[in-house]
């Protein structure tokens, strides 16, 4: 009887709105403090409402890494180089030569290429129908895959590259694409993670179906996950990263564990492109309950999707409620850092193992008087709250009905 | 301010009329050391792009967008791919700007 290997993860960071590592980001997410400002450049667009973002501020170090390895980046691919090789950093693996012999793989996605490489590859052709002054390193900023390429080649990673590009899943569906290619052993380790640049384009789609809020003068006090106030979401942007590795191979090089991955799915709703669907959020968690083998009960801490939009909100509590009742606390880090969409589930994932590993839960920003309409569920609210946290689930929600559900297992030695 | 700014027109502008070889060179130096950051002192005429200056296939097209935004000519052709030397691009732009009218 062979037994189901087991995933941990050795390495894991981020950058968003709140800095870059966990130490800005856990203040951040501790004393309330907010990552959203006004983008006063976007009222130059005709037709859109929202003027709100969640920028990273902090100058990202690039110059050293020289013109072959930055001129097919963009800055999406730019903030995925910065947490990838932190997080390889933190996993003790960036030098190692096991990076570059086969034996790691990568799974990274975003929810396009970088926008503005997009759009002048875009005025060429479809504007002015000439190749006259196409710079070929367009293609390569604006290319769906632009961030796993371009991870690879600075890595040198000679293992699998996937590129998970399911916008507001491209993140978590990294991660499963990393725990399936170490659970069928074709990859003893897997960097995963998932980026966001921001951009105006992105924002627009929200905002043309009134997703976006519009508390302009107010950027600190949205967007408002399950508050009945809210009036839409933030867009963000920002980087998640993690280094997993079969438990063996992560024990025989002397590996620190920060966390187990215990528990995976992916499904889709299989109803519409962009209205969120209760039942399959639903399908979603308990197919990666049952992927941990762990009951809901069991579940110490959910962090929800939770992006403030009117409907999805509900949806999400009323799933999230039909698996667990009103036990477990819950919240959303999309009140902090906005939503980063393909960085979200990597960024949500880092940022439950480190609050699980701590022993406590975020509250969700913003979020002061619960909507009726949202089901009963045990929000965490105003303040941080100590919570020993044995199994927390992470899930996030995508457009074209793509839901992701991960379990994760604080880890012990001796498990 | 004004330097800046003529500079800056000239480098974006078209050419209305064939440059010269000496101007040519120039303007092909100018765009080698900016779009690839490599020093003036080494972008001499028999230098080889590759070898020398550690230019591949993408950085030669992106040369080619390069000079096509500066003199208006039209580079993406198999010539291109002859192009082994600094002095060898000139050559390209001499002989295009004959064909060319701009």
Same mark, same amino acid.
């Given at each position: 009887?062979?037994?189901?290997?087991?995933?941990?993860?050795?390495?894991?960071?981020?950058?968003?709105?709140?800095?870059?590592?966990?130490?800005?980001?856990?203040?951040?997410? +501790?004393?309330?403090?907010? $990552?959203?400002?006004?983008?006063?450049?976007?009222?130059?667009?005709?037709?859109?409402?929202?003027?709100?973002?969640?920028?990273?501020?902090?100058?990202?170090?690039?110059?050293?890494?020289?013109?072959?390895?930055?001129?097919?980046?963009?800055?999406?691919?730019?903030?995925?180089?910065?947490?990838?090789?932190?997080?390889?950093?933190?996993? /003790?693996?960036?030098?190692?030569?096991?990076?570059?012999?086969?034996?790691?793989?990568?799974?990274?996605?975003?929810?396009?290429?970088?926008?503005?490489?997009?759009?002048? =590859?875009?005025?060429?052709?479809?504007?002015?129908?000439?190749?006259?002054?196409?710079?070929?390193?367009? =293609?390569?900023?604006?290319?769906?895959?632009?961030?796993?390429?371009?991870?690879?080649?600075?890595?040198?990673?000679?293992?699998?590259?996937?590129?998970?590009?399911?916008?507001?899943?491209? $993140?978590?569906?990294?991660?499963?694409?990393?725990?399936?290619?170490?659970?069928?052993? +074709?990859?003893?380790?897997?960097?995963? $993670?998932?980026?966001?640049?921001?951009?105006?384009?992105?924002?627009?789609?929200?905002?043309?179906?009134?997703?976006?809020?519009?508390?302009?003068?107010?950027?600190?006090?949205?967007?408002?996950?399950?508050?009945?106030?809210?009036?839409?979401?933030?867009?963000?942007?920002?980087?998640?990263?993690?280094?997993?590795?079969?438990?063996?191979?992560?024990? /025989?090089?002397?590996?620190?564990?920060?966390?187990?991955?215990?528990?995976? *799915?992916?499904?889709?709703?299989?109803?519409?492109?962009?209205?969120?669907?209760?039942?399959?959020?639903?399908?979603?968690?308990?197919?990666?309950?049952?992927?941990?083998?762990?009951?809901?009960?069991?579940?110490?801490?959910? !962090?929800?999707?939770?992006? *403030?939009?009117?409907?999805?909100?509900?949806?999400?509590?009323?799933?999230?409620?039909?698996?667990?009742?009103?036990?477990?606390?819950?919240?959303?880090?999309?009140?902090?850092?906005?939503?980063?969409?393909?960085?979200?589930?990597?960024?949500?994932?880092?940022?439950?193992?480190?609050?699980?590993?701590?022993?406590?839960?975020?509250?969700?920003? !913003?979020?002061?008087?619960?909507?009726?309409?949202?089901?009963?569920?045990? =929000?965490?609210?105003?303040?941080?709250?100590?919570?020993?946290?044995?199994?927390?689930?992470?899930?996030?929600?995508?457009?074209?009905?793509?839901?992701?559900?991960?379990?994760?297992? +604080?880890?012990?030695?001796?498990? | 301010?004004?330097?800046?700014?003529?500079?800056?027109?000239?480098?974006?502008?078209?050419?209305?009329?064939?440059?010269?070889?000496?101007?040519?060179?120039?303007?092909?130096?100018?765009? %080698?050391?900016?779009?690839?950051?490599?020093?003036?002192?080494?972008?001499?005429?028999?230098?080889?792009?590759?070898?020398?200056?550690? %230019?591949?296939?993408?950085?030669?097209?992106?040369?080619?967008?390069? %000079?096509?935004?500066?003199?208006?000519?039209? %580079?993406?052709?198999?010539?291109?791919?002859?192009?082994?030397?600094?002095?060898?691009?000139?050559?390209?732009?001499?002989?295009?700007?004959?064909?060319?009218?701009?």
């Amino acid at each position: 009887v062979s037994t189901r290997p087991r995933v941990v993860v050795t390495g894991m960071t981020g950058v968003c709105a709140l800095g870059a590592g966990w130490k800005p980001v856990r203040e951040a997410l +501790r004393s309330g403090r907010s $990552g959203i400002t006004t983008i006063p450049e976007w009222e130059t667009v005709e037709g859109l409402h929202t003027r709100l973002g969640a920028r990273v501020t902090e100058p990202l170090d690039v110059a050293r890494l020289g013109r072959k390895k930055l001129r097919g980046m963009g800055r999406v691919a730019l903030l995925a180089a910065q947490a990838a090789e932190s997080a390889l950093a933190d996993a /003790a693996l960036l030098g190692d030569p096991r990076v570059s012999d086969g034996t790691l793989g990568l799974a990274f996605g975003s929810t396009s290429g970088s926008p503005p490489s997009m759009l002048a =590859y875009a005025r060429a052709f479809g504007v002015a129908r000439s190749t006259r002054g196409v710079q070929p390193t367009d =293609y390569l900023k604006a290319m769906s895959h632009t961030v796993a390429a371009n991870l690879a080649q600075l890595f040198e990673i000679r293992g699998r590259v996937i590129p998970t590009c399911s916008a507001c899943t491209s $993140g978590s569906q990294a991660i499963g694409a990393g725990v399936e290619a170490i659970l069928l052993g +074709r990859q003893p380790a897997m960097l995963v $993670g998932g980026a966001e640049e921001l951009h105006e384009i992105e924002a627009a789609v929200f905002d043309m179906l009134l997703a976006t809020s519009t508390r302009n003068d107010a950027p600190a006090r949205t967007p408002r996950p399950f508050d009945a106030a809210r009036d839409g979401l933030v867009v963000g942007e920002g980087a998640g990263a993690l280094v997993l590795e079969e438990l063996g191979f992560a024990r /025989a090089r002397g590996a620190r564990i920060r966390g187990e991955i215990l528990g995976w *799915a992916t499904s889709c709703d299989g109803v519409h492109l962009t209205s969120p669907d209760a039942a399959g959020m639903q399908r979603v968690m308990e197919l990666a309950l049952a992927d941990a083998g762990v009951a809901p009960g069991e579940i110490d801490y959910v !962090n929800a999707h939770a992006t *403030a939009t009117r409907r999805g909100d509900v949806a999400e509590s009323a799933a999230t409620h039909a698996v667990f009742g009103a036990r477990p606390p819950v919240s959303s880090l999309k009140g902090h850092m906005g939503h980063t969409l393909g960085a979200c589930g990597a960024l949500e994932a880092w940022c439950t193992l480190a609050m699980m590993h701590e022993g406590w839960v975020a509250p969700t920003l !913003n979020l002061e008087q619960v909507d009726p309409l949202c089901a009963p569920l045990d =929000y965490v609210t105003a303040a941080p709250r100590a919570q020993e946290i044995h199994h927390a689930m992470s899930n996030n929600f995508a457009f074209g009905g793509v839901n992701t559900s991960l379990v994760f297992r +604080r880890w012990s030695e001796g498990q | 301010v004004s330097d800046t700014v003529d500079s800056e027109t000239a480098r974006r502008g078209r050419a209305s009329a064939s440059l010269r070889r000496d101007e040519i060179l120039t303007r092909v130096r100018d765009v %080698l050391c900016r779009e690839f950051d490599l020093a003036l002192e080494a972008v001499v005429p028999t230098a080889r792009l590759a070898e020398d200056l550690d %230019l591949d296939s993408i950085d030669a097209v992106a040369l080619a967008a390069q %000079l096509e935004q500066e003199t208006g000519l039209l %580079l993406k052709e198999e010539r291109l791919q002859r192009m082994r030397t600094v002095q060898d691009v000139v050559d390209v732009v001499i002989e295009l700007q004959g064909q060319q009218r701009v």
